[in-house]
């Protein structure tokens, strides 16, 4: 919330000084009407004269910024302030620091209210406001203080003579309390606060550092609460609704003018100023909420810097910040940070993302510093926080402002991604480096939703294509298709369409879209890059033998094995010879072609297959290999649907504890197993261990993976099936009914899965 500038009222109104220039030890000043001239030996009138220990203050010497309206919440803040300034005889020290527009000054002014309020009567002592942006502001204000004390001295002292009678005036009373607003240097204040004083100082900064080596105490503002942000909006862009209304927008039912109300604010990041600005705004508009968010998303550099009629136009968001980094000009570095920064989202961002910055690490480390000191990002020994709206309008270019020139914008979004396309973990797949996926994920997001895409580079394809790949092998299927699709647009773009990098974009977003079941783009896609593979890269070239396995495996998913199996055979007899016995993809052909002759019914075949892929995955990549854990899982499949449920059961419950272990208990595989095991014990008749498990499962699916999936929807099934072994037709029916109507919307009436259900429910209807 901003703060108006101290309000003149009569009791503490702060006097002008009017001082000419004085020559040869005398000085004229303009004093009632005529000129009297005072030189060194003049007797200046006994009233001016006297000692300051006599002077007391007139009554209610009050000189606050006029009370506002928008203060709202932030009663612990000022709890903590009034402990903080809680001393006895001798001078305390409150620093309030926090990000340009968090509320400090609004915060310090309404404390100093409630204090004026309480020292009312005569002879108590001042409360008294001081703009302390720089040291000859700091200056006035306390010459301010000394004219309002004893009004006569304006016309016979100079501005040094008088802030420094304030001084000694303040260090000869107690009970006072000064309040010293934006205080851009500690040492601007440092000679005052430095002098053995008796009262109390209230300073607002927006510099976090330097404040131990006066004493002070430490307080950081941070934003508002939800509840009381929507009451500021509400205050602002609404006034005449009841005061309750921001718990019905809290509850999903926000009045009309309200509309979008909860997502505004937390766009804004909770911060007072800019949902003061907005509300404004709203109000003089009469725009809703979303209306407002629309124009933030499609013109966020002129939003952010726009205000309402009759608000002060040097105190918008945009502004303000331009303020700080303006303090940070001996810091270049620091501006660069933070618009690389920017692109990121606002959970942490790990610290030695920074590690590839072309920077020597400690002057990385001191620009950190710096932005951390002016309350810009916030620093733990492990990562970096930024303000959502620093860095919306960080990222927001405008030529007007030389922290945010276009082209210094497009460099940061480019520096941000190769940050990013460097620290991401290679292979995907490999469990090690899932729990830093994990922590980058929302800055790939951020970055990609807000970079435009027709600025993808090469290095942003890479970036997403490696994402897409994590998303996948994780189940997230909902986004996989639309980041590989962007992938490929920004290979075919910069690369062009035969190259190899684009190639292999194309064969991943084909297997993003098998994955969710859309076969029916799988395969064409896998064909035509299939036919480009052999041309650019020749019938053995590894990438080219991908490809035909990956086309063989669609061909089986859709049920088209006499298609499958010849293609599964040659390639994996290509892989032999290009490759050898032994290479992981060649162990990965012959896994695939054991599934494709069970999938055929040809168990005879299948089992030694499998057989001899598990025992060389398991001395070639290791026994807790995810690729191992799979052969594992496949045996088992395959000795269940022999019917040899001893061998299957055992082995499916140790698959199971070796992916939980390994993987984890929401990975899809392990999801995978328990449906597995879950499908054995209905194998085996034992429904007391299946139905629950199937329970289990479908749940977790449909929480980790979605409900529509294609594995939620086998799930469903599996349940239904299961019911209808024990004979409760009223639950299998409507489940198989259900999740048939959901296959066919999802999948298409001649996906394997969708036949499938239709045949469980045609056999007991």
């Known amino acids: 919330m901003s703060t108006p500038p101290p309000a003149a009222g009569d009791p503490g109104r702060q006097p002008q000084i009017r001082m000419e220039a004085t020559t040869s030890g005398q000085g004229r000043v303009q004093q009632a009407g005529h000129d009297q001239i005072i030189n060194e030996t003049t007797v200046l009138p006994e009233a001016a004269v006297r000692p300051v220990t006599d002077v007391a203050a007139p009554p209610r010497l009050v000189n606050l910024p006029r009370h506002t309206r928008t203060f709202v919440g932030r009663g612990a803040e000022l709890a903590r302030l009034a402990a903080a300034l809680h001393g006895g005889g001798e001078v305390v020290v409150a620093a309030v620091h926090g990000l340009g527009g968090v509320g400090k000054s609004t915060l310090a002014a309404h404390y100093a209210l409630a204090q004026a309020a309480r020292r009312d009567g005569p002879g108590l002592n001042p409360v008294w406001w001081i703009t302390a942006d720089s040291g000859p502001a700091l200056e006035a204000g306390l010459a301010g203080l000394a004219v309002a004390l004893q009004p006569e001295l304006a016309t016979v002292l100079s501005l040094e003579a008088l802030a420094e009678r304030a001084r000694a005036w303040l260090a000869a009373h107690q009970g006072w309390l000064l309040v010293l607003d934006n205080v851009v240097d500690p040492a601007d204040v440092r000679p005052l606060l430095e002098r053995t004083l008796a009262g109390q100082v209230l300073v607002t900064s927006r510099l976090g550092e330097g404040w131990h080596r006066l004493d002070a105490q430490l307080l950081h503002l ?4 939800e509840r009381e942000a929507l009451d500021l909006l509400t205050r602002l862009a609404a006034p005449g609704l009841a005061p309750d209304v921001a718990q019905a927008v809290l509850d999903g039912h926000p009045p009309a003018e309200l509309d979008g109300a909860a997502e505004l604010v937390r766009e804004l990041g909770l911060l007072p100023l800019a949902i003061e600005q907005a509300g404004a705004y709203l109000h003089q508009t009469r725009l809703t ?11 966020p550099a002129v939003m952010y810097d726009r205000t309402a009629r009759g608000a002060d136009a040097e105190r918008t968001i945009a502004r303000l910040w331009r303020l700080s980094l303006d303090q940070l000009a001996g810091t270049p570095l620091a501006g660069d940070l933070l618009r690389v920064l920017a692109w990121y989202g606002a959970e942490p961002i790990p610290r030695p993302l920074l590690d590839g910055l072309d920077a020597e690490p400690s002057e990385v480390q001191h620009a950190l510093g ?6 810009m990002i916030t620093l733990d020994g492990e990562t970096i926080t930024v303000h959502r709206l620093v860095q919306a309008v960080a990222r927001s270019p405008d030529p007007a402002d030389p922290h945010r020139r276009p082209t210094a914008i497009d460099t940061a979004r480019d520096q941000a991604t190769h940050l990013l396309n460097d620290a991401v973990p290679a292979p995907p797949w490999d469990p090690a480096g899932w729990p830093l996926w994990r922590m980058l994920l929302p800055h790939i997001t951020t970055l990609t939703d807000h970079a435009s895409p027709t600025a993808d580079t090469a290095t942003t394809a890479r970036l997403l294509n490696r994402t897409g790949l994590f998303l996948s092998g994780q189940g997230v299927i909902s986004s996989t298709i639309d980041v590989h699709a962007r992938a490929l647009a920004a290979y075919e773009r910069v690369l062009g369409s035969d190259h190899p990098d684009t190639l292999a974009s194309r064969n991943n977003l084909a297997y993003a ?10 395969i064409p896609l896998y064909e035509a890059t299939l036919a480009d593979y052999e041309r650019v890269l020749g019938t053995d070239h590894p990438s080219t033998l991908n490809s035909r396995n990956n086309l063989a495996y669609a061909y089986r998913s859709a049920g088209h094995l ?18 050898g016995t032994d290479h992981p993809s060649t162990l990965n052909s012959r896994n695939n072609l054991a599934y494709a002759y069970q999938s055929a019914g ?28 799979n052969s594992r899982n496949n045996l088992a499949s395959a000795y269940q649907s022999a019917g040899d449920l001893d061998r299957a059961i055992p082995l499916h419950k140790q698959t199971l504890a070796d992916r939980k272990r390994v993987l984890g208990t929401d990975h899809p595989d392990t999801l995978n197993s328990r449906n597995n095991l879950a499908s054995a014990y209905q194998s085996a008749g034992d429904l007391d261990r299946a139905i629950p498990l199937h329970k289990q499962t479908l749940a977790d699916r449909k929480r980790v993976l979605g409900t529509d999936h294609p594995d939620t929807l086998n799930s469903r099934n599996n349940l239904a099936s299961a019911y209808q072994s024990m004979g409760d037709l009223d639950r299998a029916i409507p489940l198989y009914k259900q999740t048939l109507a959901d296959c066919e919307r999802v999948l298409s009436s001649d996906h394997p899965l969708t036949k499938t259900v239709r045949a469980n429910l045609s056999a007991i209807e």
């Open 222 to 225: 941070d934003v508002l609460g």
């Open 289 to 299: 909420p979303r209306a407002y968010l629309e124009l933030l998303r499609h013109q």
């Open 370 to 375: 710096e932005l951390a000191a002016y309350n």
């Open 513 to 522: 879209y098998r994955s969710a079941g859309h076969l029916d783009r799988a």
């Open 562 to 579: 006499d298609r499958a199996i010849p293609l599964y055979e040659a390639t994996l007899a290509d892989y032999e010879r290009v490759l």
């Open 602 to 629: 040809d168990l005879d075949r299948a089992i030694p297959l499998y057989k001899q892929t598990l025992a060389d995955r398991e001395r070639v990549l290791g026994s807790d290999h995810s690729s191992t854990l």
